[in-house]
Nanobody
Framework: QVQLVESGGGLVQPGGSLRLSCAAS????????MGWFRQAPGKEREFVAA????????YYIDSVKGRFTISRDNAKNTVYLQMNSLKPEDTGVYYC???????????????WGQGTQVTVSS
């Protein structure tokens, strides 16, 4: 089993920044993919970014490229999502997920955190 705990959400004005953290614990030996997803009210959960736990390869949806950066600290078993130049459409609950490889499909992740709310509003 793998446990994931997100933190770092909050209320920020448009153009502001937030950094989300996801601390992983448990049986991590089979985990090579860590992802961030988000879900806005009334919408489906969508892929935001992913990183390969060992090699560090990163993947993003087009709408966040150049604004968001996913990174990891292997020593702390923690993944981060640095979000800059935030827009109102970035609002939603952000979920951390863990799976065998860094993919964009929800089905590829076996473990999920509880989510953290990000609200971008003036």
């Amino acid at each position: 089993q793998v446990q994931l705990v997100e933190s770092g959400g909050g209320l920020v004005q448009p153009g502001g920044s937030l950094r989300l953290s996801c601390a992983a614990s448990g049986s991590l030996f089979s985990i090579n993919g860590m992802g961030w997803f988000r879900q806005a009210p009334g919408k489906e959960r969508e892929f935001v970014a992913a990183i390969h736990w060992s090699f560090g390869n990163t993947y993003y949806i087009d709408s966040v490229k150049g604004r968001f950066t996913i990174s990891r600290d292997n020593a702390k078993n923690t993944v981060y999502l640095q979000m800059n130049s935030l827009k109102p459409e970035d609002t939603g609950v952000y979920y951390c997920a863990a799976g065998r490889l860094p993919r964009a499909r929800r089905e590829d992740y076996a473990y999920w955190g509880q989510g953290t709310q990000v609200t971008v509003s003036s």
